[in-house]
């Protein structure tokens, strides 16, 4: 097992005054088989007048915050202690044919468990995409064990796109990363999972941090990465496109998703603002002793 500390911080400068804020923040780390949140705690600054919490429909904590007061700026710090087991297994299981479950996706009944089936089906970030599925395809001939496909194809995803920072943005389309070729981990996560999609494959979208002060490429905010359904025997495998590895004790998942918009860190409405600017700060420092 191994401890991290964890740190987020968002700041947002206005170039006018806000009378009301309200976002929804999704920045906790998650409770979950092999991830144990310890302590963590959320520093607001101006502090908001309510603060609610409740989980999404996928299961994500949720902070709901008001802020009534008129600000020129507004901060959010998380500072979190999480512990996190590697998985069961020293080498990955190869799974089924990758055909058995695309199938069992297509058959009368529903997958164990069955909130697996809505991620079979294209949305809004991660739609339905003929070159991304084509490109997909290649990894997944008849009979491949779906693991193994996987990891051909996040192998592939890595040696063929270009990590290139400030390419691109939240609104850029799978369509345009499959023809630039280049983008940050959130592009790559989008364009795996319409392949992925596009086979029958039941994929969502993981927010998260990743281990800091190493060469993995997006662990300098939060990163993006892709969980594969792999059978009722095999569950739900992790893998990193970005930096071209199955997830193991090194990532941190916060939400998980269909895509991006299901997960963003922080978002919301104001009034008043006019033009802003942010900055985001992630740090996750491996504890002594872990």
Same mark, same amino acid.
């Given at each position: 097992?191994?401890r991290?500390?964890?740190?987020?911080?968002?700041?947002?400068?206005?170039?006018?005054?806000?009378?009301?804020?309200?976002?929804?923040?999704?920045?906790?780390?998650?409770?979950?088989?092999?991830?144990?949140?310890?302590?963590?705690?959320?520093?607001?600054? /101006?502090? /908001?007048?309510?603060?609610?919490?409740?989980?999404?429909?996928?299961?994500?904590?949720?902070?709901?915050?008001?802020?009534?007061?008129?600000?020129?700026?507004?901060s959010?710090?998380?500072?979190?202690?999480?512990?996190?087991?590697?998985?069961?297994?020293?080498?990955?299981?190869?799974?089924?044919?990758?055909?058995?479950?695309?199938?069992?996706?297509?058959? %009368?009944?529903?997958?164990k468990?069955?909130?697996?089936?809505?991620?079979?089906?294209?949305?809004p970030?991660?739609?339905?995409?003929?070159a991304?599925?084509?490109?997909?395809?290649?990894?997944?001939?008849?009979?491949? /064990?779906?693991?193994?496909?996987?990891?051909?194809?996040?192998?592939?995803?890595?040696? %063929?796109?270009?990590?290139?920072?400030g390419a691109?943005?939240?609104?850029?389309?799978v369509?345009?990363?499959?023809?630039?070729?280049?983008?940050?981990?959130?592009?790559?996560a989008?364009?795996?999972?319409?392949?992925?999609?596009?086979?029958?494959l /039941?994929?969502?979208?993981?927010?998260?941090?990743l281990?800091?002060?190493?060469?993995?490429?997006?662990?300098?905010?939060?990163?993006?990465?892709?969980?594969?359904?792999?059978?009722?025997?095999?569950?739900?495998?992790?893998?990193d496109?970005?930096?071209?590895?199955?997830?193991?004790?090194?990532?941190?998942?916060?939400?998980y998703?269909?895509?991006f918009?299901?997960?963003?860190?922080?978002?919301?409405?104001?009034?008043?603002?006019?033009?802003?600017?942010?900055?985001?700060?992630?740090?996750?420092?491996?504890?002594?002793?872990?």
């Amino acid at each position: 097992m191994t401890r991290y500390a964890v740190r987020h911080e968002t700041h947002y400068a206005y170039g006018a005054t806000v009378d009301l804020g309200f976002h929804m923040l999704r920045m906790t780390p998650m409770e979950g088989e092999r991830q144990h949140l310890i302590a963590h705690q959320l520093e607001m600054l /101006p502090r /908001p007048l309510r603060v609610s919490a409740f989980r999404d429909h996928f299961g994500n904590g949720v902070h709901h915050v008001a802020v009534e007061s008129p600000h020129d700026n507004f901060s959010v710090v998380l500072s979190a202690t999480v512990d996190v087991e590697p998985p069961a297994w020293s080498e990955p299981p190869t799974g089924p044919a990758w055909e058995d479950v695309r199938e069992s996706m297509r058959a %009368d009944g529903f997958p164990k468990p069955p909130e697996v089936a809505e991620f079979v089906e294209p949305s809004p970030l991660a739609p339905l995409d003929h070159a991304a599925t084509d490109y997909a395809r290649i990894s997944f001939p008849e009979n491949q /064990p779906v693991v193994t496909g996987a990891l051909d194809l996040m192998g592939r995803v890595h040696a %063929d796109f270009t990590y290139a920072p400030g390419a691109t943005d939240v609104s850029t389309s799978v369509a345009e990363v499959m023809t630039s070729r280049r983008g940050v981990c959130q592009d790559f996560a989008h364009t795996m999972i319409a392949g992925l999609r596009g086979l029958g494959l /039941p994929a969502r979208y993981v927010s998260g941090y990743l281990r800091t002060g190493n060469s993995f490429r997006g662990g300098d905010a939060s990163h993006a990465w892709v969980s594969l359904w792999c059978g009722d025997e095999v569950g739900w495998i992790e893998l990193d496109p970005t930096n071209n590895f199955l997830v193991r004790d090194g990532h941190i998942a916060v939400a998980y998703g269909r895509d991006f918009s299901d997960v963003t860190p922080m978002r919301g409405v104001i009034l008043g603002g006019g033009r802003h600017s942010h900055t985001v700060a992630v740090s996750v420092a491996q504890l002594a002793g872990t």
